[in-house]
């Protein structure tokens, strides 16, 4: 992570900016800060923290379902998670987001077991479900969607296809890095529409299963789509994307990555291997402000996504919005 490292002095970060060349002039004007455009709701439910927002007869709602390690609050609330809220909320969208039932260890969704009642996380979902019809302006009826990362990503498809099949509106979810679960694939596969997105140097949950699952889901008459996202030249706007990060500063993030030798003055990666590139890459020395406004994991999620790691991205919103109202208009 880019937050396991001590940070030097700005100054010598403004040399390595002055040294490669790199200018702040006109960034802030072509990349504006990816904010909430409504108000979250924060609160719990059954002891699990809940962040959500509703309105008033919204057109779906939508589950979101973090990764290995994650929480409710902590998917949500990432730049590229929020980026994609805002073009849903626009569209009349409400969201939940809540956490894992295990808070140790790997604080993963239990993706194996298919089962409502027994399953701990798709029985307090299924309560967490009627908690929200029964207090917010979400009917019974309204269409559910979902969107999971990596171990939410094989949980979205649990979740998708056991309250499909028990009689939940569930129309359409969004896997993205990360395969079917086994239950699932056991029983013959997704029948609910799937968005299948992963990222072309992905080691940790390499593209080809994902691959092999959208192929699956297809053989299987279920409609799907597959998405992939490609590696970046290294460059400031990334980085301008995440809030209270201003033009100087993303410069200086650039030039302290550069620093690291995994990418030359062109900004294209010149270290081969993507494992040691990343890790390598966590060495960066960034600014004292990044990790003083507690942004450090915000610059890492956007270097992963320019190395096109595993880490959930927003750049096919478009697509991904698209293939949603099919299901829900």
């Not at 800060?33 to 962040?51: C, L």
């Not at 409710?72 to 894992?100: H, I, M, P, W």
């Not at 008459?221 to 597959?226: C, D, E, N, R, V």
């Not at 994307?241 to 410069?251: M, S």
Request: overall charge negative; aromatic content about 8%; some cysteine.
């Amino acid at each position: 992570m880019l937050t396991d490292v001590l940070t030097k002095s700005k100054s010598r970060l403004v040399a390595l900016v002055a040294g490669a060349g790199l200018a702040a002039v006109g960034l802030a004007a072509c990349v504006t800060p990816i904010t909430p455009s409504v108000v979250y709701q924060q609160s719990t439910f059954e002891g699990f923290d809940v962040t959500s927002y509703v309105p008033e007869n919204p057109t779906g709602m939508i589950y979101l379902f973090h990764g290995s390690g994650g929480s409710g609050t902590n998917f949500a609330t990432k730049v590229d998670t929020v980026d994609v809220l805002n073009r849903f909320v626009a569209e009349g969208y409400g969201f939940v987001s809540t956490s894992s039932t295990e808070r140790t260890g790997d604080m993963r969704w239990e993706q194996g077991n298919p089962s409502l009642t027994t399953n701990p996380d798709l029985a307090r979902l299924v309560r967490l479900q009627a908690h929200l019809v029964a207090t917010t302006p979400l009917e019974s009826t309204t269409p559910l969607a979902g969107i999971g990362m990596s171990n939410g990503s094989r949980f979205v498809t649990l979740w998708g296809e056991t309250w499909n099949d028990a009689g939940y509106p569930v129309e359409v979810i969004w896997a993205s890095h990360g395969k079917i679960a086994e239950p699932v694939v056991a029983s013959g596969g997704l029948t609910v529409p799937t968005v299948f997105s992963t990222s072309v140097n992905d080691f940790t949950s390499p593209p080809f299963a994902i691959a092999v699952g959208y192929q699956l889901t297809l053989q299987a008459g279920t409609p799907a789509i597959y998405l992939s996202s490609q590696e970046k030249t290294l460059t400031a706007p990334p980085y301008l994307r995440i809030p209270g990060i201003d033009p100087t500063e993303a410069n200086l993030i650039v030039a302290a990555l550069k620093a690291t030798g995994v990418w030359n003055a062109q900004g294209v990666r010149v270290v081969p291997n993507i494992q040691v590139a990343v890790n390598q890459a966590s060495t960066a020395l960034l600014p004292a402000s990044i990790y003083a406004d507690g942004l450090a994991n915000d610059v890492s999620n956007a270097t992963a996504r320019v190395l096109a790691a595993h880490q959930f991205t927003s750049e096919f919103l478009t697509q991904v919005d698209a293939f949603f109202g099919t299901y829900i208009p």
